[in-house]
C-alpha cells in the first residue's frame, strides 16, 4: 500500500468523511479474525517491528507473550517492556515512510520522524540544524544542541542529510555536531 497516496485522498476528505472511516478502519482492527491470522505468527522470542505513532517510525521488539489482544514486547534498543495493540505489529514488512510532496513549502508531520535531523532559518536568517525530538499537533520539538531545544512549526523546517568529511585536504564538515 502506497501511503503517500493514501494520504493525498485523505487530504481531500472531510472531517465527517475521516471519522466515518475511522470508524470503518477501528472495526476491522478489531476484528477477532485478523486478530487470530496476526497471533498465529507470534511465538515468544520472535523477532518483530511495530509503528509507534509518537516516533511515527518502526521500532523493534521481541515478542514476550501474546495476550487476548495485546502482545507484550521488550524493545531491542532500551530493553523496555511495551504491551500494545496486535494492529501495531509489521508481520509483512510493509514500508511505513510517507514521500513529501514536492511542491509544498517545509516538512509535513506524517513525513518525519523522531531522531530525523533537520533545519530552520532562525529570525536571525541564520541556518539552524538539530534532530527532531518530538512531533507535536503544530510544531516539531528540535533538540539544536544539549542545553537547547526549539518549537518549530513544520512549514518552516527543511531536511538535512548528513555528509560525511571528506579526506580531501581543506574539507570541512557540512553540519556542526549535536
Known sequence: ???TEVLNVLNEASLFDLHRLQSAIYQEMSNPKRIEAIKV???????????????????????????KTRCLVKHVEDG?????????????????DIKPSENK??????VLKVGDRVGYKSKTGEDVYGSVIRLNQKTATIQVDPHSRWRVSYGLLFSVL??????????????PEI
Open 41 to 67: 505468527h507470534l511465538i515468544p522470542g520472535k523477532k518483530v517491528s511495530y509503528f509507534d505513532d509518537s516516533l511515527n517510525c518502526l521500532v523493534d521488539a521481541i515478542v514476550v507473550k501474546p495476550k
Open 105 to 110: 513549502r517545509g516538512i509535513a508531520k506524517a
Open 1 to 3: 500500500m502506497n501511503f
Open 80 to 96: 523496555a517492556y511495551w504491551n500494545i495493540p496486535f494492529y501495531y505489529i509489521n508481520l509483512d514488512n510493509v514500508d511505513t
Open 162 to 175: 548528513d555528509g560525511e568529511q571528506a579526506e580531501e585536504k581543506g574539507a570541512q564538515t557540512l553540519l
